[in-house]
């Protein structure tokens, strides 16, 4: 009764028990709570019971399972369960398959269940054993020690250096001790385990060299020993008598793997991932013989070569294939559309060429910081979703093959040689005479990327007006155009067209003309950097409508939370550049993902005229305002001190006149101020934070006002003087080098992120699914939600 909702049934224990004849009873996921007893019961014959995914959340181990006696296979998995373990299950002496995995308990089981000596299988991942291997082996009934067939006991906190001991467990088949705390070496009598056909060690700290034994489990299918710390060489010999093998990771080790370029392997792989491995110079060749593989992860493995001519061909069906940071030469076919791949890591290499037209099946395409130089004419792909394609040679223009990618979701082209425009996309634009005599504009859309959250095109030569491409990207968070050629006026459209942007960037190019009031209809903006353009006129008015910048706890929206890319998440973090440099304090501030959580503004070198809109002070999360070498005039609005949150304001070299308003002293986060070079007159005010900034050279600040007096300038006021500065105000959080924000991001950005990577890693990461989905195909749904009811005590230790 699978998935059957039986929530609020008490007395299901009386219910079945009506079934005398009962052998199997599945009541996974039901909603069970802790049944009275079994202890009167007529199930004389029941064999199998399934009750994983209810939550009894018991302090006790089911006790209540004692009196059924004629069980052989019993599962508990995630039922919340803690405590220790219920002795009087020691009488299921008939007990062949124990799941218990994903629950509270502490401790291994005691010595109490010494008669269960038909175990066969013994699932108890995710339990905080925190003892070391032996005591485990040891306390597995020794009378089963011959019959036992599978020791599940991944992420269950094992420690010692005693994984030795497992050669006791003679019949063993599957082993996984993964993601546990075991040191010492991989023992050198593994090969007595000669029914294994199942391995997996990975992430412990495992040391020494992997023993050659290893070689010798002919039945083995599956070998992880992927991030510990082992070392020393691999050579043809481990892998000699491996005819099964079809899944092997050796990654994230010191491991050299040398291998004679002639060797015929003798197996067929489905699955290698050897990163971090030493495998170059030469590109491995007997990777030729492993033609049907599905995943070939060689990344970060000291291959300084061409790619081979048999690459693509040979691993044409591969899905997910990652040679990335290596030293690989040579130009792309023009053509891998034969190809099955749906990621393709070749970041960080040497590769020239066009980027080819795609295979229709690729999602993620990572070729940044490589020596590309332009695009196919039809690029293919119709299920691209994430092209990484910076810090490449790309000339000549955006081909207009990309229309057709309607699944793309972020986009980074930058760093590149791109010129001219983006192409329109096919749009039509219909322009109608209203009745009233008005013209309206109604554009009609061919295509529409309708996803697309992230467009990153700066540092490259595009030269045309604002990309019309951009009306059909509604779904728009991050949109960078800095750096590159760019002129006319911005449209009106920009917010109706993308009304969800929360970071705007299209600092220095050559924008021209009023910024348009629209631009305030952008509720959701947090990033606003028109620098260094030629926008003239006043700034808009309506500023006040910034809601997110209104706001001193916006939520943000993240552009990579979507489920189905939370696998790109990590490589992101990991490789590509993923960082946008801000100029905050006259500093280049690199702030990677982190930069969806500041605020900031800023106008800097145009030719802006008027004053300062006094309902500036109404964008309290503001934290970083620079507004200098423009022509603004009038006075410092004399509410500024309103914006608590600032911790760099520069509004040098402009022509504002009048004093500098006291309030500004109230900015109790200031790091960072330059009102240097405007028309600013009579005392400058003092106290709290003022006194501790810049205090090299306090004056530079304020410098270029003529009539300005007082500290830190020379200049004396005339009249008495006023209170001498005070110094440090008491309440200011300590000089770490760390700003607050600095501390707010890391903390806010550390538990989203590592949450987030650590759990979708599980769910959608192909090799995580495989370690822990592989073999428990039977079981598909139940570890499903398993892990979905549990993650969070799962991930509690780690977040
Ligand atoms: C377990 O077995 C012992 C001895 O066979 C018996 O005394 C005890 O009542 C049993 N416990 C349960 C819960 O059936
Ligand atoms: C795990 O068990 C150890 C020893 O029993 C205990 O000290 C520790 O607090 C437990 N950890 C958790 C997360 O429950
Ligand atoms: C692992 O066990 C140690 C002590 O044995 C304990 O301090 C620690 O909290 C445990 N860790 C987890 C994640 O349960
Ligand atoms: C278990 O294995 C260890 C190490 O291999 C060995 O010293 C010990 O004698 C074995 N115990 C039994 C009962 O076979
Ligand atoms: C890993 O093992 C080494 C010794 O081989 C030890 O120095 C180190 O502390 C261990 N690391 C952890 C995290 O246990
Ligand atoms: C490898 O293990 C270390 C700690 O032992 C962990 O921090 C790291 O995330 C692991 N890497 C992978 C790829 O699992
Ligand atoms: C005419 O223009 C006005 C204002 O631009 C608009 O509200 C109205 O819908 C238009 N009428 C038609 C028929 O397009
Ligand atoms: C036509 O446009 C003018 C200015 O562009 C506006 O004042 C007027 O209200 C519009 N008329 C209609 C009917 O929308
Ligand atoms: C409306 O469009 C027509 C044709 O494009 C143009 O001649 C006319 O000047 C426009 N009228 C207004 C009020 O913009
Ligand atoms: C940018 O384009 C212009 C012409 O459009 C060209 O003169 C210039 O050399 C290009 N700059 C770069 C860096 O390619
Ligand atoms: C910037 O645009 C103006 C016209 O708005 C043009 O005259 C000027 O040449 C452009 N500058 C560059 C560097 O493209
Ligand atoms: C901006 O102002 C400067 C100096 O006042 C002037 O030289 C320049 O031509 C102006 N640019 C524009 C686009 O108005």
Redesign the pocket.
Known sequence: MRWVDLTGVADWVHRVEVLPNLAVLILFCCGLTVPSSFVHHNLTVLEELDLSGNQFSSPDTPNWLGGVTSLKSLRLAGCQLSGTFANKLGNLTLLENFDFGFNNVDGMIPGALKTMCNLKSLDLTGNNISTDMKEVIDSIP?CSWKNLQQLILDSANITGTTL??V??LTSLNILQVSHNKLSGSVPM?IGVLANLTYLDLRHNNLSGSVPVEIGTLTKLTYLDLGNNTLSGVITEDHFIGLMNLKYIDFSDNNLEVIIDSHWVPPFKLESACLSSCLLGPKFPKWLHWQKGIRELMISNTGLVDRVPDWFWTTFAEVTWLDISLNQLSGDLPINLEFMSVVTLLMQSNLLTGLIPKLPRTIKLLDISRNFLNGFVEDLGAQNLQVPVLFSNAISGTIPTSICRLQKLRILDLSNNLLSKELPDCGQKELKQQNSSGNNSTKFISVSSFLKITTLILSYNNFSSGFPLLLRQCPSLIFLDLTQNRFTGELPGWISKAMPGLVMLRLGSNNFSGHIPVEIMGLHAICILDLSDNNFVGVIPPYIENLKALSSTDTIFRDPFEEEEIGEYRSLRMGTANGSFTVVMKEKVIEYGENIVYLMSIDLSRNNLTGEIPEKLSSLVGLISLNLSSNLLSGNIPYNIGILQLVESLDLSRNKLAGEIPKSLSDLTYLGYLNLSYNNLSGRIPSGHQLDTLNTDDPASMYVGNPGLCGHPIPMQCPGPPTDPPTNKDPTRLPEDGLSQIDFLLGSIIGFVAGAWMVFFGLLFMTRWRYAYFGLLDRLYDRFYVISIVTWQKWFRPRV
């Open positions: 020794s030795h001991f050669s006791n009598d």
